[in-house]
């Protein structure tokens, strides 16, 4: 196994399926293709931008050839920002931004509209195949990836179209490796099932864990209780200002001892310690002094052990995720422009 390209591909990742393909792909195959897809659909957070962005930058480490989907289609389906493909094009230019912004070297990856898939004929020749080999209930099952519920194709059939699109992407762009977040995983299952009734090979699935919004109470791994930027009061973007990250971050779910439903320490595990080789709590003295972490395991088993008050990871917490997030300010105040018409479009 080529152990240290495993190691990139797969750190920080929820799930692989399966690790062992991945790593069969890897001994057999030099050149390796691979992506990820995003719905141009608003401003971006920090659990999208940061962990996603992370996950690519990985991969061309790795030496994979990464396309960056920009799936403007699939948010014109998916009713997102006005409903025109006008606006979902410049939401795409801005999340190449963003992307950028977050450290994607765009000579190591490929950005790509939907919109150039499917003028090809062979490319809707694949969503009805990969339709015809599926049954409805599995589509609507797989409606999970655009963050609606089954239920929502009842008002609107073209619905049912994006989970054989997101499919019927992969096959179309010849890949060996789908990257996306635990919400997709329904989208890369669907392909696998049917990938050999098609003539297609299965993707390997690399899951990236999801980000939970800052109001917490619910279980860490649920879809719903995910950051979105349909909640602003529990969403960070990576836009956010040093004080409304102080803000937000000081009204954050967070109760003491509590490690299983934490969303600053999600931020932690996520997004600041794989970027930092220490996580210091500057303290008082009479408050125990400061303190240093190399892990999270280390981190967490303090705070679950009421070692560390839920106020000193706060604010540790906002000192390094501005610090973090402080390039991509830099990048945007450099390139302002499309971020300035999604504000526009979304205000």
């Given amino acids: 196994m080529a152990g240290s390209r495993f190691d990139l591909i797969s750190r920080g990742a929820e799930e692989i399926i399966t690790d062992e393909e991945l790593a069969s792909l890897l001994d057999e195959k030099e050149k390796i293709r691979s992506y990820v897809g995003f719905e141009p659909s608003g401003i971006v957070h920090i659990g999208q931008g940061f962990v996603v962005a992370r996950k690519i930058i990985d991969f061309c480490e790795a030496g994979l050839d990464t396309t960056f989907l920009l799936a403007d289609w699939h948010a014109y389906i998916n009713d997102k920002l006005d409903g025109t493909l006008e606006s979902i094009k410049i939401c795409g230019d801005y999340v190449r931004d963003c992307f950028i912004a977050l450290g994607v070297d765009p000579q190591k990856t490929e950005f790509l509209f939907a919109n150039e898939l499917v003028g090809r004929r062979e490319y809707w020749q694949k969503v009805l195949s990969i339709s015809k080999n599926a049954t409805v209930s599995r589509m609507r099952r797989a409606m999970t990836i655009m963050g609606r519920k089954e239920e929502d194709a009842d008002m609107d059939a073209s619905k049912l179209i994006y989970p054989a ?6 096959v179309e762009l010849d890949l060996d490796i789908a990257l996306g977040g635990m919400d997709q995983r329904q989208a890369h299952m669907l392909l696998r099932d049917v990938a050999g009734k098609i003539g297609a090979r299965k993707p390997v699935a690399v899951h990236t864990p999801l980000l939970a919004g800052l109001q917490g109470g619910g279980r860490m791994d649920s879809f719903e209780g995910k950051m979105s930027k349909s909640k602003p009061e529990t969403f960070i973007s990576i836009h956010e200002t040093p004080e409304v990250v102080e803000q937000k971050i000081r009204k954050a779910f967070c109760p003491e001892g509590d490690v299983d439903d934490n969303p600053v320490l999600e931020i932690c595990r996520l997004i600041i310690l ?7 709590v500057e303290r008082e003295e009479k408050f125990g002094g400061d303190v240093s972490f190399r892990s999270y395991e280390e981190l967490r088993k303090a705070f679950g052990g009421r070692e560390l008050h839920p106020s000193d990871l706060k604010n540790a917490t906002t000192r390094y995720l501005n610090e973090i997030m402080e390039p991509v300010r830099a990048y945007f105040e450099k390139h302002p422009d499309n971020y300035e ?3 526009e479009l979304t205000s």
């Fill in 165 to 170: 699109m997101q499919a019927a992407d992969i």
């Fill in 274 to 280: 794989p970027a930092v080789e220490e996580f210091k």
């Fill in 341 to 343: 018409k999604i504000v």
